[in-house]
């Protein structure tokens, strides 16, 4: 990895571990929206070593409807989101005035962590990020996904998404493909 970008990438692993999950109340029907806000304003703002995650936690269910079942999903703790992160006055202000949100959940404005017990029992996967040994121009072949078994060369890395591009030869042609970095190997 260049200097500067395996620089970057340990600042925001070691923040991510400073990171706590947060509880915050929203409008009813404003959990997606309000976690579609938040990722937007964190990508376009550049706060993605403060906001690390925003999570609607979820689970699925079969309904029978005239003799025909179907899976749906349906939303765990209705008009809540939970958003890992860490809190300093500006990723408070900017959480706590999305629009949809009504507040964190906790004494007061004082948002209180979950604890890892809490996590876990409210589905959130603790995501870890994965050491990536990687530099611009270095070989990987793709071990999952619809460009399984191409092979191809890296051309941009994203650690905070925990992706990557690449140029990958599809019909004789240099495509510039994004992937995750759980489906590909260095070669």
């Given at each position: ?26 409008y009813s029907g404003h ?157």
């Amino acid at each position: 990895m260049n200097e500067d970008n395996g620089n970057k990438n340990e600042r925001y692993a070691e923040r991510a571990k400073e990171a706590k999950w947060y509880v915050v109340h929203t409008y009813s029907g404003h959990e997606n929206k309000v976690k579609d806000n938040i990722e937007k304003m964190v990508e376009n703002r550049g706060y993605i070593d403060d906001i690390f995650e925003v999570a609607v936690p979820t689970e699925e269910y079969v309904e029978t409807k005239n003799g025909v079942k179907t899976i749906k999903e349906r939303k765990l703790f209705p008009s809540y989101v939970l958003i890992k992160m860490i809190i300093t006055d500006v990723s408070w202000f900017l959480v706590r005035n999305t629009r949809g949100v009504t507040g964190f959940v906790g004494p007061g404005s004082k948002p209180v962590p979950l604890t890892e017990k809490e996590v876990k029992a409210f589905g959130v996967q603790t995501v870890s990020i994965p050491e990536m040994d990687l530099n611009v121009g270095d070989s990987i072949k793709v071990i999952d996904g619809p460009f399984e078994g191409f092979v191809g060369k890296v051309e941009e890395i994203s650690p905070e998404k925990l992706k990557l591009k690449a140029s990958v030869s599809i019909f004789g042609r240099d495509t510039i493909v994004e992937l995750d970095y759980d489906n590909i190997e260095r070669v």
